[in-house]
Nanobody, 113 residues
Framework: QVQLVESGGGLVQAGGSLRLSCAVSGITFSATAMAWYRQAPGKQRELVAVIGFSSTTNYADSVKGRFTISRDNAKNTVYLQMNSLKPEDTAVYYC???????WGQGTQVTVSS
């Protein structure tokens, strides 16, 4: 059974940092590209960052230079280090495989100004 469990969200002031984690089970993690998405209130879910199975990365322009995606294949976990957070980063953050599978519950990130 495929399972994605996100954690690490919270409330932070603008300029602060958070590190999100996503524990993955039920797939061959080391051979799978993974991604982080986010959905702000009233907006569509958007792609934030991607990491390939060889650890190549790509980022949305809005987070480039501030966010870093990484993976630990030994722990079947993908991370999102978020620095210099802005109020517009406020959203529920989700991880998923590429191609998409079932969504997890997400983790709420709230950035206060």
């Amino acid at each position: 059974q495929v399972q994605l469990v996100e954690s690490g969200g919270g409330l932070v002031q603008a300029g602060g940092s958070l590190r999100l984690s996503c524990a993955v089970s039920g797939i061959t993690f080391s051979a799978t590209a993974m991604a982080w998405y986010r959905q702000a209130p009233g907006k569509q879910r958007e792609l934030v960052a991607v990491i390939g199975f060889s650890s190549t990365t790509n980022y949305a322009d809005s987070v480039k230079g501030r966010f870093t995606i990484s993976r630990d294949n030994a722990k079947n976990t993908v991370y999102l280090q978020m620095n210099s957070l802005k109020p517009e980063d406020t959203a529920v953050y989700y991880c998923n495989r590429i191609p998409l599978i079932t969504w997890g519950q997400g983790t709420q990130v709230t950035v206060s100004s």
